[in-house]
């Protein structure tokens, strides 16, 4: 659930929430956070009131990222977690995501049913002698130690952090300098308007993060977004580490340290992660775009690492959840042990020259446009290599691929498409997009 507070998310539906997941799941212990968002306290007490009324114990874990939140109700041997985030969202926005007791994230047939329970109102209501008991407790702490255990660095590394006011404003600087780093830490104080930049990291908004780690001659710049599962990385130059690039370069490090593995990624991600994870023996699983499909693959075909590039990495030894403190802790260890820095490590990555056209399209025609999409694109292409439609229709091709989906939220279809070279990505688009909007003007008639 997210949405514009007041509007689209209430007290009132986060009570209901929190009665439908007590409901559900049959808890006898919930974890409950909150990200930095000003609406996160009124939230957090309309969820816990839910819970507790459906007879499950509240144990309320303050500001902590969602990372957090997901590891602990884990460690805490909690029946499921709700954390209460709009993650990279702006400030007007909150919501509530739910985890169960592994650390994963509700799955969509979990979330249908918490939607029922809502719709429904069958909640089950405990006895007034049964109603739950709400705990205030800080354990932050177990979780800096699990990265403090499970990362060893010998270098003393200053690290430029950017939390940008979000939730890793206290334990992001803790868990670096638990790890012998200088930490120079700007924006480190909690302010749910996010003043200083959007709660999305992006290369845009990064540039004096560069500035800082040039000034200061860092050795790298790190920033969040505004829960904590999302990392965004500023080489020793001060500039901005490309996601899909960075994350190829993660992969193959996992690759030559496990001597090969499953990597899980999502259908938009670039074809550099398969060039890099299949030098070394490895094999890349591609899911629908989110994270929960991400992390659900991994635990089902066993994935050593998997990620978006839009900074969610997942480390399943660790929890399922996107975590982007630990991410960057474990990529400093993998510099060491590759003994470069960022900038060399990245530069072992091609970098594909990727087009992006949204093409408006009525809502009803969307889907049609896309399975119509996708025989008509292997009769122009018929020379395509591979071929999914578990997200739109993607086609790999011998130097690029083609990715056409329908967006969730807009009355457009997206075409995405990435080539070895500009020129060959130019050619795959014209062709592509010529194609998508002839079948638009075809359903919308």
């Known amino acids: 659930m997210r949405g514009v507070v007041n509007v689209d998310l209430t007290p009132v539906l986060a009570a209901q929430i929190g009665m439908a997941v007590a409901t559900f799941s049959k808890a006898k212990q919930i974890t409950v956070a909150r990200d930095t968002r000003v609406s996160g306290q009124m939230l957090e007490k309309a969820a816990v009131a839910g819970i507790t009324a459906c007879g499950a ?15 602990l109700t884990r460690r805490l041997d909690a029946d499921a977690g709700l954390m209460i985030t709009a993650s990279h969202n702006p400030p007007q926005y909150n919501g509530i995501k739910i985890f169960d007791r592994t650390s994963l994230a509700y799955s969509e047939e979990k979330q249908d049913k918490i939607e029922n329970l809502v719709a429904t109102e069958k909640f089950r209501l405990a006895d007034w002698q049964s109603i739950g008991n709400i705990t205030q407790t800080d354990k932050s702490s177990c979780y800096i130690d699990m990265i403090r255990k499970k990362v060893k660095l010998t270098k003393k590394w200053h690290i430029v952090l950017d939390p940008g006011c979000g939730a890793t404003y ?3 600087p803790k868990v670096f300098q638990n790890l012998g780093c200088k930490v120079t830490a700007i924006n480190a104080q909690p302010d749910g308007h996010f003043p200083a930049r959007s709660p999305e990291p992006r290369a845009e908004t990064l540039a004096y993060v560069g ?11 790190v920033a969040y977004d505004g829960d904590g599962d999302r990392v965004a990385f500023i080489d020793e130059q001060g500039s901005f580490a490309d996601f899909d690039r960075v994350l190829s370069a993660f992969a193959a490090h996992a690759m030559r340290k496990r001597k090969g593995g499953v990597i899980i990624t999502n259908v938009e991600a670039s074809m550099s992660l398969e060039r890099a994870v299949e030098a070394y023996e490895g094999k890349v699983i591609r899911t629908r775009v989110g994270d929960i499909y991400v992390s659900s693959a991994m635990k089902k075909h066993g994935a050593v690492f998997g990620g978006e590039p839009c900074g969610a990495w997942i480390h399943p030894q660790s929890h399922y959840c996107p975590d982007g403190m630990l991410s960057s802790a474990l990529l400093l260890e993998a510099l060491e042990e590759e003994e470069k820095s960022l900038s060399q490590l990245v530069k072992e990555i091609p970098q594909y020259p990727t087009l992006r056209e949204n093409i408006p399209c009525h809502d009803k025609a969307k889907q049609e446009t896309v399975t119509e999409a996708e025989e008509r694109l292997k009769t122009s292409f018929p020379a395509y290599k591979d071929s999914s439609s578990i997200d739109g229709v993607r086609l790999a091709l011998e130097n690029g691929w083609i990715l056409v989906r329908a967006s969730g939220t807009e009355p457009i279809v997206r075409v995405t498409v990435e080539g070895e070279s500009l020129k060959a990505a130019k050619e795959i688009m014209q062709k592509s997009s010529s194609l998508v909007k002839k079948i638009v003007k075809e359903k919308c008639r």
């Open 170 to 172: 206290y334990m992001a």
């Open 211 to 221: 500035e800082v780690v040039r000034e200061l001659d860092a050795d790298l710049g």
């Open 57 to 71: 114990d509240a144990l309320c874990l303050g500001t902590l990222p969602t990372p957090a939140l997901a590891y």
